[in-house]
């Protein structure tokens, strides 16, 4: 591995860190909130697929208070 292979590996694992951090957030939340706006199966698909935006939407726009 050279060492530009390896300062762009180091500058994405802050990403993934961030990525995965925020998806399991929203899991737990859509989990264990009991109303969500819209089906809760859409949301999870939502956070899971759609991967950084996926939960962010979800905060923004899922949670009903």
């Known amino acids: 591995m050279d060492p530009e292979q390896i300062r762009i590996l180091l500058?994405?694992?802050?990403v993934a860190?961030?990525?995965y951090g925020l998806m399991i957030a929203a899991l737990v939340d859509v989990i264990r909130r009991e109303r969500t706006?819209?089906?809760k199966w859409v949301w999870i698909v939502v956070v899971v697929?759609?991967?950084l935006i996926g939960p962010i939407v979800y905060f923004l726009f899922g949670r009903e208070e």
Request: no cysteine; aromatic share 0%.
């Open 37 to 39: 706006r819209g089906p």
């Open 49 to 51: 697929v759609v991967n």
């Open 17 to 19: 860190v961030v990525q």
């Open 11 to 14: 500058l994405l694992i802050p």
